[in-house]
């Protein structure tokens, strides 16, 4: 009795949250999170939550905006480093697919961990690709971006916005 009152409930919010937002919740099959935690309906139409979803697991993220061409970085090397004691240890190597964006997270779930990091971005070997009369050798090659992740539960993504001559970063969402 009590799991079935609970599930109208659930029923009624999701309805509730359809109106005002139809763009993320009016999708039947999707899951969607409240309060921390996810909702999903399932082909029989009832509700089922758990206490986390995958989209408030901590995750690191990145992708590269080539300002000089005004396009995604597509190509692109990437490396992950975690940095202990002043020594880089090597988790991951990506290459960033048309969007400019690696196809999975660099780090998510139990990997996901507080510390300090560095991102190596080949863009010299990208730029070289584009731009045939660049000077040799090219003046930025490897980018290395260093940051720290304080919250292993949250989001970091970290885009490099960059041109054969500059580059920049933010923490974005």
Known sequence: MAIKIVDNIFKSMKQDLRKVM??????????????????????????????MNKEHMGRLTTHVLDTAHGKPGRGISVALYRISQQQRSLLCERVTNADGRCDQPLLDGDAMQAGTYELDFD???????????????????????????????????VPLVATPWSYSTYRGS
């Open 123 to 157: 863009i010299g070997t990208y730029f070289a690709g584009l731009v045939p009369d660049l000077p040799q050798p090219p003046f930025l090659s490897i980018v290395t971006l260093r940051f720290s992740v304080a919250d292993a539960q949250a989001h970091y993504h």
């Open 22 to 51: 139809p763009a993320r919740y009016g999708d039947e099959d999707s899951t969607n999170s409240t309060n921390g935690a996810a909702a999903s309906q399932t082909p029989s139409g009832q509700l089922c939550v758990s206490p």
